[in-house]
């Protein structure tokens, strides 16, 4: 599985980003996503998870109600839509794929699940 991941830029607080990650090599269904952050001087941690079918969605505590994640399967894209951005959330956003069955319907919120990674989109959000 190759991931693409964009959208990322510059932004005020209070502003919105969406970011994108476009997968292929595999069929998109069987796969569950996520993403995750990396600020500098900070280890990489956990935004949101989203599952195959896209029923299933988890959100880390710091960014519940402000951040949707959502998939288009038609399409082999995940998306991250980041409303009400705060300076803390300036960092490296990373997609990341894990290969599932079609009976796993869960989320997946540690790093050391999922088994691609794309290369990363910087989002910097300015005081």
């Known amino acids: 599985v190759q991931l693409q991941a964009s959208g990322g830029g510059l932004v005020q607080a209070g502003g919105s980003l969406r970011l994108s990650c476009a997968a292929s090599g595999r069929t998109f269904r069987s796969i569950a996503m996520g993403w995750f952050r990396q600020a500098p001087g900070k280890e990489r941690e956990f935004v949101a998870a989203i599952s195959w079918s896209g029923g299933i969605t988890s959100y880390a505590d710091s960014v519940k109600g402000r951040f949707v994640i959502y998939r288009d399967n038609a399409k082999n894209t995940v998306h991250l839509q980041m409303n009400s951005l705060k300076p803390g959330d300036t960092a490296v956003y990373y997609c990341?794929?894990?290969?599932?069955?079609?009976?796993?319907?869960?989320?997946?919120?540690?790093?050391?699940?999922?088994?691609?990674w794309g290369q990363g989109t910087l989002v910097t959000v300015s005081s």
């Open positions: 990341a794929a894990r290969v599932v069955g079609s009976r796993d319907s869960t989320t997946y919120t540690g790093g050391s699940e999922y088994d691609y």
